[in-house]
């Protein structure tokens, strides 16, 4: 399940554009254009980012060339035929950008395994150029902030190519109990390239949608509870939830300090390892990067371990499983594969306090959201909105455009709650010990490596009449303590894509990585999508 439905069960190249708010992955006309062309076909399809640079390296390719490569497959699959609306906005400077790190290289100077490498990143991350930063909404239009996010001035260090911004579910999905995945006013609806009919789940949907799509190597998304893993499991791609505070949230538009991270989405283990490193650092604006001191200028990808597996154990969590017979099996066949390895599993005993400290979880989001977000405003002058209240009311001035489709219930529950500072350290403590207390005594108690658990249950039909409809998953257990997570692709069920999830305690991303670069290597189980218009339309 995606943070949203966690809490409301208390389960818990050219001038830039911006997307109609109309969906068109759904509508017929584009349906029969695309089931007539075969979009499956592009000369950088699964490309990694190491065979990319080795293209820029032998001289077959510049960085000029891939990013119009890449501007083209966004304009022919992005904006027309499928029409996945993973693209909110396209960067004015991209090709200017990548024609000054063909320069760089030409003169002998090479800033990493980034450089010259088209990134999307996440419509609620700051960039302080020609785009906006509007979180998918109407409200913030014109939010162009000054300065970039932390993380993304460690990107232009590393010479990355801003592509552009991507979709997500307005909000990061925190405005309403009933909403769509991957829809915003600003944006439209995101689409499963898989089968377009099928949600992209949330809140990180364009990034996963888009780098499933082959749309760019590497993208960028944010989680607070469920937004990297779900968008990548329910998308195919790996996706990793780093520890918080090992990637510094300063300039992302927020709901909590407690919960937030940014992390990296690619279509493999190599590629998310070799996003994530340069990313981190020491962030004056973010106290909880002083904790991530010691991962200063780590290189992660000397963790892909093909033998990973070998004599690793593994626990089980179980209170994960049984929401989908199709999704146990393929855990079972996961789980056969990862014994193959010499890995050894081990099923762990039920979690005694998990409503608890999921209930707490809601207490602390809802607290947080409000001050947090309001803080992010008065930092920016140039937000045409100065706070939650104001936000609130635009949305009723514009309920034709922002609450067609579900409303702003959790907006308002923020606005109106009623301070209680005891309330709020009592759900705070509780978060950030009960879900630590299980993974860290599971992982002492057996001599683990890693838990697992399913990521996602197969994606779900588009319906913005009765919201989503989601099966299960397992974020919230990483998400709520703080600890790292990574899901890398486990097959599918009915050309639905299913994720595993490798979970940790704090900072064990280098097991992580380990675990799951050598499931995949094994397994090979990412298989890029078909654009099937819909599974009603597939031959029995």
């Known amino acids: ?91 004015p400077d991209a090709v200017a950008i990548a024609r000054k790190m063909d320069e760089e290289r030409k003169a002998g100077k090479l800033r990493g395994p980034l450089h010259g490498i088209p990134i999307l990143i996440k419509d609620n991350i700051d960039t302080g150029d020609k785009m906006q930063t509007t979180a998918g909404s109407l409200a913030l239009e014109g939010n162009r902030p000054q300065n970039d996010a932390f993380i993304v001035s460690k990107l232009r260090e590393a010479g990355a190519v801003l ?41 990180s949907s364009g990034s996963g949608a888009g780098v499933s799509a082959n749309f760019s190597a590497i993208a960028i998304g944010t989680e607070t509870d469920g937004s990297i893993v779900c968008p990548s499991g329910i998308n195919g791609v790996v996706g990793i939830k780093p520890t918080v505070g090992l990637w510094s949230r300063h300039g992302i538009i927020p709901i909590s300090h407690s919960q937030d991270t940014a992390g990296p989405m690619a279509r493999t283990v190599t590629d998310a390892a070799t996003l994530l490193g340069p990313l981190v650092g020491d962030d004056a604006n973010d106290r909880a990067t002083m904790s991530a001191s010691k991962w200063k200028g780590t290189d992660y990808t000397q963790f892909l371990d093909k033998n990973g597996l070998k004599r690793a154990r593994i626990g ?63 930092e920016h002058p140039e937000a045409p909105r100065k706070n939650l209240k104001e936000l609130i009311e635009f949305n009723k001035q514009n309920s034709s455009k922002e609450l067609q489709w579900f409303d702003q219930s959790i907006f308002i529950t923020a606005e109106e709650k009623t301070p209680s500072e005891e309330e709020y350290l009592n759900a705070l403590k509780m978060t950030k010990t009960l879900p630590a207390k299980y993974i860290d005594g599971a992982m002492k108690e057996h001599n683990l490596n890693a838990l697992i658990a399913p990521t996602n249950g197969p994606s779900w039909t588009i319906d913005r009449v009765n919201g989503d409809h989601f099966g299960g998953g397992s974020s919230d257990l990483a998400a709520v303590s703080g600890y790292p997570s990574i899901t890398v692709p486990a097959g599918f069920v009915h050309e639905l894509p299913i994720g595993l999830s490798f979970i940790g305690t704090a900072w064990s991303e280098p097991q992580l990585i380990k675990l799951a670069y050598s499931f995949e290597q094994a397994t090979k189980l990412r298989q890029a999508p078909k654009f099937i218009p819909s599974l009603l339309t597939t031959q029995a």
């Open 1 to 91: 399940m995606k943070r949203r439905s966690f809490f409301k069960t208390a389960a818990i190249g050219g001038a830039a554009f911006t997307l109609s708010p109309l969906a068109a992955c759904d509508q017929k006309n584009n349906q029969v254009a695309a089931s007539k062309a075969d979009y499956t076909q592009f000369d950088l399809n699964e490309v990694t980012v190491a065979q990319l640079q080795q293209k820029m390296k032998s001289g077959e390719l510049t960085a000029e060339q891939l990013t119009n490569k890449y501007l083209k497959r966004i304009k022919e699959v992005d904006q027309s035929g499928p029409t996945l609306r993973t693209v909110i906005e396209l960067n």
């Open 316 to 378: 089980i969590v179980k209170d994960y499983f049984g929401f989908n017979a199709d999704v146990d099996a393929l855990m079972k066949q996961a789980m056969d594969a990862m014994k193959k390895q010499g890995a050894e599993l081990v099923e762990l005993e039920p979690m005694k306090d998990h409503d608890q400290w999921s209930k707490a979880e809601w207490t602390v989001l809802v607290y947080e959201f409000k001050n947090d977000l309001n803080k992010y405003l008065a």
């Open 163 to 203: 592509l552009g911004k991507t979709n997500l579910s307005e909000w990061a999905n925190f405005r309403s109990n009933h909403s769509s995945s991957g829809w915003s006013g600003r944006g439209g609806q995101t689409c499963n390239p898989y089968v377009t009919d099928r949600s992209p789940c949330g809140s």
